[in-house]
């Protein structure tokens, strides 16, 4: 049971805006940068998203970042068939102690 | 670039040790100032961060494993290594290790490609 919530799928045509919700706490996202993550079937995560909003260099401007109270969101805009992954959020949580994930949330692109 | 290589059994027998090696390539692991990381994803399942180590430094646990993880990293042979005790099935997942920036330690921005451990007798 994490102590992030994250929809299970999200869906969207070609070209159409999809966002990812990421609901925490105050021992995690309100008061913590969120990170993003993007995962193609069988193979490592990559780091798409880091302090809340900043993407690292290769991303695309379509994917985009934010953050109010206890809930972050990515967004990605125009979509595209290359989308189609699982995405995570992750936040270190004070009260555990430790860096927690979100359960995935998987993206079809219709 | 630094690039990451897990190795290490793919089985291990319940109540042993799990033992996997991060060898890291294409600089120092002594000269960066970086956070090596151990997560571990079940088949089917979300990711779990197990700790992470700074070189010079002392390891931070995820309390809900930290009473059977040991994360070290030996800078001789340029790698970092988990060893997780009393495995258990629970403890089958495919294992990645990670490095983040000393300045954003959640920052993974560099994987291994990650290796099977299945515990099974």
């Known amino acids: 049971q994490s102590v992030l919530t994250q929809p299970p799928s999200a869906s969207g045509a070609p070209g159409q805006r999809v966002a990812i919700s990421c609901s925490g706490s105050?021992?995690?996202?309100?008061?913590?940068?969120v990170y993003w993550f993007q995962q193609f079937p069988g193979t490592a995560p990559r780091l798409l998203m880091y302090?809340?909003?900043q993407r690292p260099s290769g991303v695309p401007d379509r994917f985009s970042g934010s953050k109010s109270g206890t809930t972050a969101s990515l967004a990605i805009s125009g979509l595209r068939s290359e989308d189609e992954a699982d995405y995570y959020c992750?936040?270190?949580?004070?009260?555990?102690?430790?860096?927690?994930f979100g359960p995935g949330t998987k993206v079809t692109v219709l | 670039q630094v690039q990451l290589q897990e190795s290490g059994p793919g089985l291990v027998r319940p109540s042993q040790t799990l033992s996997l090696t991060c060898i890291v390539s294409?600089?120092?692991?002594?000269?960066?100032?970086?956070?090596w990381s151990w997560i571990r994803q079940p088949a089917g399942k979300g990711l779990e961060w197990i700790g992470h180590?700074?070189?010079?430094?002392?390891?931070t646990y995820n309390p809900s494993l930290k009473s059977r993880v040991t994360i070290s990293v030996d800078t001789s042979k340029n790698q970092f290594s988990l060893k997780l005790r009393s495995v258990t099935a629970a403890d089958t997942a495919v294992y990645y290790c990670?490095?983040?920036?000393?300045?954003?330690?959640?920052?993974?921005?560099?994987w291994g490609k990650g290796t099977t451990v299945t515990v099974s007798s």
């Open positions: 302090k809340n909003n």
């Open positions: 990670a490095r983040a920036p000393f300045y954003d330690i959640l920052s993974l921005d560099v």
């Open positions: 180590m700074y070189a010079s430094g002392s390891p």
């Open positions: 294409g600089d120092s692991i002594s000269s960066r100032n970086d956070y």
């Open positions: 992750a936040a270190w949580d004070d009260s555990l102690s430790a860096q927690v």
């Open positions: 105050s021992s995690n996202i309100e008061n913590r940068f």
